[in-house]
């Protein structure tokens, strides 16, 4: 899918000029409100699905009780209750955090390379997050609170500096050679996280079942543990949405318009990275968010990054609960890893988008 140049830059981006980016125009309320819409009726999906045969009624109610100044009687005993607030409602809302970290940060490392097939895991984070934490699961330590968290998050975010500082250093501002060395440092760390399980084969089940990715552990622990990093992240993602427009033009008009690129495009891939890397930390490596969602909604709404941005927050919360949901039905009473699960619609979709590209270069 090529980006197409068909809008000039209003005035109240702060820049003027010459330069024409794809589809530029607001968030409309409509496009919102269904965002909106998608996302809630993906959080009643999720709480509506479990084992524990819970009514729908009686689970609509107790939702109710909890919002503020609400005050209803759901019938459902203490038990009931129990399995819906501290094992439903803390999956629903972290894949609501994930798929809104993993889709928005795609987006923006789309914006940032000016390639429409570039997903969070680009840069090496997929590559650092599962070293980091098969070296935890492997020296019996994932017991211990949030180790294996921390050291996926570590893993992930040196990755990614080894990548920025490896492309900087040999191609200068060259936006290939950052790409290409992410391609190397995910190599190199994958084959030493390939070497370490072949090592410690007793774990493999273990490592696989993390790297795979899966919400079925979830806790309110999890969501507190990763929304100051989303929470940051995310909104320094939503301040640039106007400038990764202008960068999508090219780096000499953006230049000429007054942005400066480079910084831009420094802070832009930090704060996706941190976002991404907060997200494999509680969740594993859940592949393709990142590629169907920014897609699918340029394909509904347009290319402009002012809508790109707050419906993938949206709509990529609302896709991964939807997948979690799926998840848990299609081999009930076993579960499927999520990865699976994104992967079967992803991997079509990306070959989809990898033909619409090829034609738009052509």
Known sequence: MAFDSAATLPSDDGVTGRARVPGLTRLTPGWLVGGIVVAVGAVLAGSLVG?????????LLELLDRLPFVQLDSSLSPQQAAVLTQIRLPRVVLGLLVGAALAASGAAYQGVFRNP???PYLLGAAAGAGLGATLVIVAGLHDLPAAVPAAAFLGAGAAVAATWTMGRTVGGRSITSVILAGVAV???????????????????????SWILGSLATATWDDVVLVVPWLAISLTILLAHRRHLDVLSVGEEEASALGIDAPRVRTIVVVAATAATAAAVAVSGLIGFVGIIVPH???LAAGGTYRRVLPLAVLLGGAFLVIADVLARLLMEPAELPIGVVTAFFGAPFFAVVLRASSRGAA
């Not at 995910?186 to 696989?208: G, H, K, M, P, Y």
């Open 51 to 59: 084992p524990a045969g819970l009514a729908p009624g009686p689970i």
């Open 117 to 119: 097939l570039a997903d």
């Open 186 to 208: 995910a190599s190199f760390l994958t084959a030493v996280q390939t070497f370490v399980q072949q090592r410690n084969v007793e774990t493999l089940r273990e490592v696989w």
């Open 296 to 298: 699918a909604i340029r």
